[in-house]
């Protein structure tokens, strides 16, 4: 063998190899090969005297995939590392590099940003090396996440009923709970509307003598319904023809909020899906990847694409349909690495490669595929008209619009919210007076700001610069696995753990756990990549503003006092309560140190079915450290009466011995009576 390949997932190394020949091996990594131990100092990983220093280990399980990669790699002329194209893949990449310990000549980094053939042989044809910086950043990314996390989650565990916080989880959390409380703080304010109906559209009262207008109550609204009549004349008619242009491709946020609302995808489920359409579907006659790298924050997209688009375009749709370019608004987040999320062809329709995906696939693809369509696609055309309709000195106003030209809208329409609405044309009206059918009043109350749902808590991120996009998904699932939100109606409550947990953050490290900072935070992890900050100076002026809150927080912050059981300790008779261990909740008596009685969790199987051995135990479920289920005296270690087959309660008259449940049938064990 001369060329080894080795990429990240199983399913991609299939996928390439078929590219590249017999003259390349193609192995994968199967994610990360090692990460951060949990020894030393708090258990970090990382030396923090010595300039952060991480302490790497193997991941528990990975022994064999590195053995392996080690003989393959040995047995190659050359070596591609060919992870993600990403800050996560470039330190998979390293990983493996700097463990397996390859010669420098003896390595290539290769990124493919879509796994097709041509696009494959290219990168292999053009390679470079490892971003060291890139590696820098990633690493200092996740020695920040493991000392903040770390730390945080001890003492949240130690003080309150929390599980764990982290860098940017424990801000997601905030914003949620800030949202809530604004909710409950809200006091609705009464209002009234006036609406005028006519038989084929409606029309809002605005202004009166041209200034706009506010009806606090019922007595108002009477009080201008009583001096409205039923003719209103027609004070002005205005048109305005106007351009509707598409939105941008793809990007990580974007996708995964669009795949929220109009699929019904948690964001977990849209990039667990998006995955393998990147990497690879065997289409029958080929096996290729359908769209490009789906975790970008990128709306680029590459001039051989627009060029099969626009040709796309042009045969199935005709000239008047071909667009231009859609540009995405400037944000000094996006790192702009590499394209936006679009399908790799364009000739590869949704219908064209149904039969090779399942129901969610081909609903993701075909939303990608579309978007990406209409971006290149011409704007829509509307012509919007404007009513302004005068009675008694109140101004009315009547808008809508009629879709002149459908553009984009041709193949994009089913995921616009928007509706256009029809107005009757006023210009062929005899007169200019028309006549409402009714006038009526309606009571409305202002509304509290929304709660988030998961596709406005990843706008929101977004917008305010924190995490980035191989991250969204991961946040939002950790605060609800952790029992810290609610997913009630598709938007997030706090529970009041998530609330306690977010109170004492912020009592005592509001000046860490907050947007601001972990917005700048993200930027600089950024500015490392870009080699423009110096990442253990960033470390060292992390861990010494953080380090001093966390000591003063586990000195200063008051611990939560355990939840009580209303059940008395047998040893002292103090009061049992609910504690958390290493295995999880517990129940222990609340005068420990000086009485050490726990409960033993046993499920009991019959009271009358006492131990045969000791006379004085009963019998009980147990399990071995692996989980099998076995019965046994509650009274262990004094009596290690034990046996595999559950005890019906009942003796055998010949022997005396148990009864137990065997096959099907209560046997005796000792004399084999039925």
């Excluded at 060329?3 to 990360?32: F, Q, R």
């Excluded at 004349?233 to 598409?246: D, G, L, M, R």
């Excluded at 709660?451 to 929101?460: A, G, H, V």
Aim: charged share 30%; proline share 3%; glycine share 6%.
């Amino acid at each position: 063998m001369k060329n080894l390949v080795i990429v990240e997932s199983p399913a991609k190394s299939k996928t390439i190899e078929k590219y590249l020949g017999s003259d390349y091996k193609v192995i994968s990594s199967k994610g990360h090969i090692r990460d951060l131990a949990t020894t030393g100092k708090f258990g970090l990983g990382v030396d923090v005297e010595n300039d952060f220093k991480p302490n790497y280990v193997i991941i528990k399980g990975k022994n064999k995939d590195v053995a392996n990669i080690k003989k393959e790699v040995n047995n190659a002329d050359l070596v591609y590392l060919a992870t993600d194209p990403d800050r996560e893949g470039e330190t998979i990449s390293w990983h493996i590099f700097d463990e397996i310990k390859i010669p420098e000549e003896k390595y290539k980094r290769v990124v493919f940003h879509e796994i097709t053939k041509d696009v494959v042989i290219n990168a292999i044809n053009n390679p470079g090396k490892i971003d060291i910086n890139l590696v820098k950043s990633g690493e200092t990314r996740r020695i920040l996440d493991r000392i903040i996390g770390f730390r945080l989650s001890k003492l949240m565990q130690s003080k309150t009923g929390g599980k764990s916080a982290g860098r940017v989880q424990s801000v997601a959390l905030k914003l949620i709970v800030d949202r809530e409380r604004e909710i409950r703080a809200f006091v609705p304010k009464e209002y009234w509307t006036i609406e005028a109906d006519f038989s084929s559209f409606k029309a809002i009262l605005e202004k009166y003598h041209g200034k706009e207008i506010e009806i606090p109550n019922e007595e108002s609204a009477d009080e201008i319904l009583s001096v409205l009549s039923k003719s209103f004349k027609i004070e002005s008619v205005t048109e305005k023809e106007k351009n509707k242009s598409a939105k941008e491709v793809f990007k990580t946020s974007t996708l995964q909020q669009l795949a929220s609302t109009k699929l019904n995808f948690a964001p977990s489920k849209t990039m667990k899906i998006a995955q393998k359409l990147y990497e690879g579907i065997d289409l029958g006659n080929e096996t290729v990847g359908l769209i490009t790298y789906m975790r970008t924050d990128s709306v680029r997209i590459s001039d051989t694409f627009i060029n099969e688009t626009y040709g796309y375009i042009k045969k199935t749709y005709g000239d008047e349909y071909v667009g231009y370019v859609k540009k995405g608004k400037k944000n000094e987040n996006i790192q702009d690495a590499h394209e936006g999320i679009r399908p790799t062809s364009i000739m590869r329709t949704p219908e064209t490669v149904k039969a090779y995906l399942s129901n969610d696939e081909y609903k993701l693809y075909r939303l990608i595929y579309i978007r990406a369509l209409a971006s290149l696609m011409k704007d829509a055309k509307t012509l919007a008209t404007t009513v302004i309709l005068e009675n008694n000195g109140y101004t009315f106003k009547a808008t809508g619009s009629v879709l002149i030209f459908d553009g984009y809208l041709k193949v994009y329409g089913e995921f616009e919210d928007s509706e256009d609405v029809l107005l009757p044309d006023f210009k062929n009206y005899k007169s200019d007076i028309i006549v409402a059918d009714k006038i009526d009043k309606q009571q409305h109350f202002t509304k509290p700001p929304a709660r988030y749902t998961e596709s406005s808590l990843i706008k929101e991120m977004e917008s305010l610069g924190i995490g980035r996009p191989s991250t969204y998904a991961t946040i939002v699932g950790t605060i609800k696995d952790r029992g810290y939100v609610i997913l009630k109606d598709k938007k997030f409550e706090p529970t009041e753990i998530g609330e306690e947990t977010t109170d004492k953050l912020q009592e005592f490290f509001s000046d860490v756990v907050n947007v601001k900072y972990t917005a700048q935070m993200e930027k600089d992890l950024d500015d490392i990549a870009e080699d423009k900050k110096d990442n253990i100076k960033l470390l060292h002026e992390f861990y010494d503003e953080f380090e001093p809150l966390v000591e003063k927080a586990f000195k200063e912050m008051d611990k939560k006092a355990p939840t009580e059981t209303g059940e008395t300790c047998p040893l002292c008779g103090g009061n049992l309560v609910i504690r958390k261990g290493k295995y999880g909740e517990f129940v222990a008596c609340s005068n420990y140190p000086n009485c050490k009685y726990i409960k033993k969790e046993q499920k009991e199987i019959n009271e009358i079915c006492k131990c045969p051995k000791c006379d004085k135990g009963i019998i009980v479920e147990r399990k071995t450290k692996k989980g099998k289920i076995f019965y046994g005296c509650n009274n262990y270690p004094k009596c290690n009466y034990a046996l595999w087959y559950k005890p019906t309660g009942d003796v055998c008259k010949k022997c005396g011995e148990l009864i137990v449940e065997k096959n099907g049938e209560n046997i005796c064990l000792n004399c084999d009576e039925k």
